[in-house]
C-alpha cells in the first residue's frame, strides 16, 4: 500500500513537472487573446482571478441598467465591459459587473475595487490627473429632462429654477457654470443616483434633471408619456474607460477592444441595440479633444 502511494506522489510529481512551461517561455492562456501579463501588474492580477471586476450604472437605461425582469445588468457600457472580458478570457461572461456611480468611480478604480470602469464617464483633464482614460467609445452631451407638460425649453427657462442632477458629475460643475455666467440663480439639488433625482422631480422636489442627452433619453424611453428631453446640446461628452493610472498593460487591451469594435462594425450593432435613434452614425473619433 505504501509502495502504490509513493509511486502514485511520484507518478503526480512527474505530470505537475510536464505541464510547467519551460523556463524564459511566457506561457499563454488557454483563451482569450492576451499572453500573460508581467507579475506585479493589474492586468496579470486579472488573469490569475479569471474574471474582470468592470464598475457601471445600474439606473441609468440603455447605458447600465439593473432590469427588474432578469435581475441581469444591461446596457451599451455593460456590452464594453464583455468586449473586454472576451477578449482576455474568450469568454464575454468571465466578468463581474458591479455598480459604480458618479461620486465613486474614481475612488473605486483607486482603491482597487474593480479594474475598469465603464459608466458614462466623460474624458476631461481635471479626470486625467486622477486615472487614466481609454480612447472615446461614446459621445453624449448636457441636456435637460423635464415633465411633459413643463413650460421649461432651454437652459434660459431654468432661471430660479431648483434643478437636480447627481453629486461628483461634470453635469453638476457645467450646469453651475451656466446658471453663474447666465445670472440664472439656479438651485442645484445633488443625489446619488439619476433616478433619484428623477423620482425627484416626478414628487415635484425639482423643476428639471440635467445630465447627459443620453441617460436622459433612457427615461423618456421608460415612461414617454411622463417625460420629455428639452434645451439640445450645450455640452460635449466624450465617454472613455477608466483605468487606474499607470497600468499600461490594461490600458492597451482596453484601447484596442474598443478600436476593434469600431473598425469591425460590432460598435454600430451594440449602437443599434441600445440607442433609441433612426439614426445609427459613424464611431465617434478616438482622441477625446476631437469629439464634437
Same mark, same amino acid.
Given at each position: 500500500?505504501?509502495?502504490?502511494?509513493?509511486?502514485?506522489?511520484?507518478?503526480?510529481?512527474?505530470?505537475?513537472?510536464?505541464?510547467?512551461?519551460?523556463?524564459?517561455?511566457?506561457?499563454?492562456?488557454?483563451?482569450g487573446r492576451v499572453p500573460l501579463a508581467p507579475e506585479g501588474?493589474?492586468?496579470?492580477?486579472?488573469?490569475?482571478?479569471?474574471?474582470?471586476?468592470?464598475?457601471?450604472?445600474?439606473?441609468?437605461?440603455?447605458?447600465?441598467?439593473?432590469?427588474?425582469?432578469?435581475?441581469? #445588468? *444591461?446596457?451599451?457600457?455593460? *456590452?464594453?465591459?464583455?468586449? #473586454?472580458?472576451?477578449?482576455?478570457?474568450?469568454?464575454?461572461?468571465?466578468?463581474?459587473?458591479?455598480?459604480?456611480?458618479?461620486?465613486?468611480?474614481?475612488?473605486?478604480?483607486?482603491?482597487? #475595487?474593480?479594474?475598469?470602469?465603464?459608466?458614462?464617464?466623460?474624458?476631461?483633464?481635471?479626470?486625467?490627473? *486622477?486615472?487614466?482614460?481609454?480612447?472615446?467609445?461614446?459621445?453624449?452631451?448636457?441636456?435637460?429632462?423635464?415633465?411633459?407638460?413643463?413650460?421649461?425649453?432651454?437652459?434660459?427657462?431654468?432661471?430660479?429654477?431648483?434643478?437636480?442632477?447627481?453629486?461628483?458629475?461634470?453635469?453638476?460643475?457645467?450646469?453651475?457654470?451656466?446658471?453663474?455666467?447666465?445670472?440664472?440663480?439656479?438651485?442645484?439639488?445633488?443625489?446619488?443616483?439619476?433616478?433619484?433625482?428623477?423620482?425627484?422631480?416626478?414628487?415635484?422636489? #425639482?423643476?428639471?434633471?440635467?445630465?447627459?442627452?443620453?441617460?436622459?433619453?433612457?427615461?423618456?424611453?421608460?415612461?414617454?408619456?411622463?417625460?420629455?428631453?428639452?434645451?439640445?446640446?450645450?455640452?460635449? *461628452?466624450?465617454?472613455?474607460?477608466?483605468?487606474?493610472?499607470?497600468?499600461?498593460?490594461?490600458?492597451?487591451?482596453?484601447?484596442?477592444?474598443?478600436?476593434?469594435?469600431?473598425?469591425?462594425?460590432?460598435?454600430?450593432?451594440?449602437?443599434?441595440?441600445?440607442?433609441?435613434?433612426?439614426?445609427?452614425?459613424?464611431?465617434?473619433?478616438?482622441?477625446?479633444?476631437?469629439?464634437?
Amino acid at each position: 500500500m505504501f509502495k502504490r502511494i509513493v509511486l502514485l506522489g511520484l507518478a503526480l510529481a512527474i505530470i505537475l513537472a510536464a505541464c510547467k512551461a519551460p523556463a524564459g517561455v511566457t506561457p499563454t492562456p488557454k483563451k482569450g487573446r492576451v499572453p500573460l501579463a508581467p507579475e506585479g501588474t493589474l492586468l496579470r492580477k486579472i488573469q490569475d482571478r479569471g474574471k474582470l471586476i468592470c464598475g457601471t450604472k445600474y439606473d441609468i437605461p440603455t447605458f447600465g441598467y439593473l432590469n427588474p425582469k432578469t435581475n441581469q #445588468v *444591461e446596457g451599451f457600457d455593460v *456590452e464594453i465591459c464583455r468586449a #473586454v472580458a472576451e477578449y482576455i478570457f474568450g469568454d464575454p461572461n468571465a466578468v463581474e459587473i458591479k455598480e459604480a456611480i458618479s461620486k465613486n468611480r474614481i475612488p473605486f478604480l483607486k482603491e482597487g #475595487v474593480v479594474d475598469i470602469v465603464a459608466s458614462t464617464m466623460t474624458i476631461n483633464e481635471e479626470r486625467l490627473k *486622477e486615472i487614466d482614460f481609454s480612447i472615446v467609445y461614446y459621445v453624449a452631451g448636457q441636456s435637460l429632462l423635464v415633465p411633459k407638460n413643463s413650460p421649461i425649453s432651454g437652459v434660459d427657462d431654468l432661471k430660479g429654477k431648483r434643478v437636480g442632477t447627481v453629486k461628483g458629475s461634470t453635469s453638476e460643475k457645467n450646469i453651475r457654470a451656466i446658471s453663474e455666467k447666465k445670472g440664472l440663480n439656479i438651485e442645484v439639488v445633488l443625489f446619488d443616483t439619476y433616478s433619484e433625482a428623477v423620482a425627484a422631480m416626478d414628487a415635484g422636489r #425639482v423643476d428639471a434633471v440635467t445630465t447627459d442627452d443620453i441617460i436622459l433619453y433612457g427615461f423618456v424611453r421608460q415612461e414617454p408619456d411622463k417625460w420629455k428631453v428639452v434645451g439640445g446640446r450645450f455640452t460635449v *461628452e466624450p465617454y472613455g474607460v477608466g483605468v487606474k493610472k499607470g497600468e499600461k498593460e490594461l490600458l492597451e487591451v482596453v484601447n484596442t477592444v474598443i478600436k476593434e469594435l469600431k473598425t469591425s462594425g460590432r460598435w454600430k450593432e451594440i449602437y443599434k441595440k441600445w440607442i433609441p435613434s433612426d439614426v445609427v452614425p459613424e464611431p465617434p473619433p478616438d482622441d477625446w479633444r476631437e469629439a464634437k
